[in-house]
């Protein structure tokens, strides 16, 4: 889908204000501390419904630099990404991205760690594919990312299908 601009003053109407710093900032919220890069991201991989979205979105991001991502944005991208991917089924990508991630050195943190491994678990599991499943919880483990109940649940539904 495509979001459409709206000048947020009368001033911007008329000077043609930057369309994707406006089209990037929520309405009606005060502008973050965050990186515009981060937001814009994050904006663009939340509104991802199909698989060739998403994709695009990836090929965006996997086209930074390392000097351009740092570790504190990239460290809450990446898990987005990897999740956001795995959720739409385009799992060759999630993969990728996934692989990618761990090659730049981000684990996710307390926070979006859980939820990417969970979300390649889960993707494992789905695709019959025990062996890597297992290896998934082996890098959480290394990484120091806490199992949650969730990981339990996705565990215990894999084994009740089985």
């Not at 795995?86 to 859980?114: C, D, H, Q, W």
């Amino acid at each position: 889908t495509q979001s459409t601009w709206e000048p947020r003053s009368a001033a911007d109407a008329g000077k043609g204000a930057d369309r994707s710093t406006a089209a990037s900032e929520p309405k009606g919220r005060a502008p973050s501390s965050e990186p515009q890069g981060k937001r814009k991201f994050m904006s663009q991989i939340q509104a991802c419904t199909e698989k060739h979205h998403i994709r695009a979105v990836y090929r965006k991001i996997s086209a930074l630099s390392e000097s351009k991502m740092d570790s504190k944005l990239g460290g809450k991208i990446y898990p987005a990404l990897v999740s956001r991917l795995a959720s739409l089924g385009a799992t060759e990508t999630a993969i990728e991205a996934f692989e990618a991630m761990e090659k730049r050195g981000y684990n996710g943190g307390e926070v979006f760690g859980p939820i990417v491994f969970n979300s390649m678990l889960k993707l494992y599991l789905d695709m019959g594919k025990f062996d890597e499943a297992m290896g998934i919880q082996a890098k959480r483990r290394a990484a120091g990312v806490a199992e949650t109940t969730a990981t339990h649940n996705i565990l215990l539904r894999y084994h009740a299908r089985r």
